[in-house]
Nanobody, 115 residues
Framework: QVQLVESGGGLVQPGGSLRLSCTAS?????????MGWYRQAPGKQRELVAN???????NYANPVKGRFTIYRDNAKNTMYLQMDSLKPEDTAVYYC????????WGQGTQVTVAS
């Protein structure tokens, strides 16, 4: 069974940066899957932030275009989300999952953008 573990969240001031990591363990075929980062803000539905295909092409949600970068290292079974120019509205729990997502969600990592 594949497990996805998110890390790298924290408290950051507006305009700051964070890098999130998502590592797959277990019997993983990580390298062939399209993967995505999702987030859920308080009182809101979970939403897709960005996704990346196995070969590298990416897509971004409009609110994060130009500020976030998704990339992956298949040799390490790890996906990343570089978040720059963070805004308070980016505050959320961030999750990784396949894209389209499965029903198996990890614990996520909390990102809080506040002064």
């Amino acid at each position: 069974q594949v497990q996805l573990v998110e890390s790298g969240g924290g408290l950051v001031q507006p305009g700051g940066s964070l890098r999130l990591s998502c590592t797959a363990s277990g019997r993983s075929m990580f390298s062939i899957y399209t993967m995505g980062w999702y987030r859920q803000a308080p009182g809101k539905q979970r939403e897709l932030v960005a996704n990346i295909y196995s070969g590298g092409p990416t897509n971004y949600a409009n609110p994060v275009k130009g500020r976030f970068t998704i990339y992956r290292d298949n040799a390490k079974n790890t996906m990343y989300l570089q978040m720059d120019s963070l805004k308070p509205e980016d505050t959320a729990v961030y999750y990784c999952n396949r894209y389209p997502h499965t029903s198996m969600w990890g614990q996520g990592t909390q990102v809080t953008v506040a002064s």
